[in-house]
């Protein structure tokens, strides 16, 4: 079990980092002491889910990339860089993927049928 905690601990490390926020910052978030907030990071204790829920929201990953299963799905993959983005980055990946579908090369023959019989 030990070494679940850890793993989660690093997870949760990574992505706070990634998120540019120190321990003590997101301990006041969730609003608990940065001691306990700390020996989570650390692997020392386990994380109720309910608080690992809550760094999830925070941190804005998913629930399996903080207890690190990989990401299996092109779909998955494509969610999570989408939730890396700001909303200005989520707009303008919107406006491409709408581009996209536009273009019978790279769209599913029978979706852009579809499509192009509505718009007709």
Not at 39 to 48: C, R, T
């Amino acid at each position: 079990m030990e070494n679940v905690n850890k793993k989660i601990g690093s997870n949760i490390k990574f992505y706070r980092k990634e998120k540019g926020l120190k321990q003590k910052e997101l301990a006041e978030k969730m609003n608990i002491p940065n001691s306990t907030f700390s020996e989570w990071e650390n692997g020392k204790h386990a994380i109720d889910i309910a608080a690992l829920i809550e760094i999830c929201d925070i941190l804005e990953v998913s629930l399996n990339q903080i207890i690190g299963i990989e990401e299996k799905t092109i779909e998955n993959k494509i969610k999570k860089e989408f939730n890396k983005l700001n909303k200005k980055g989520k707009t303008e990946a919107e406006k491409r993927i709408k581009e996209l579908t536009y273009i019978p090369e790279y769209t599913q023959k029978e979706d852009f049928l579809k499509e192009q019989d509505s718009i007709s």
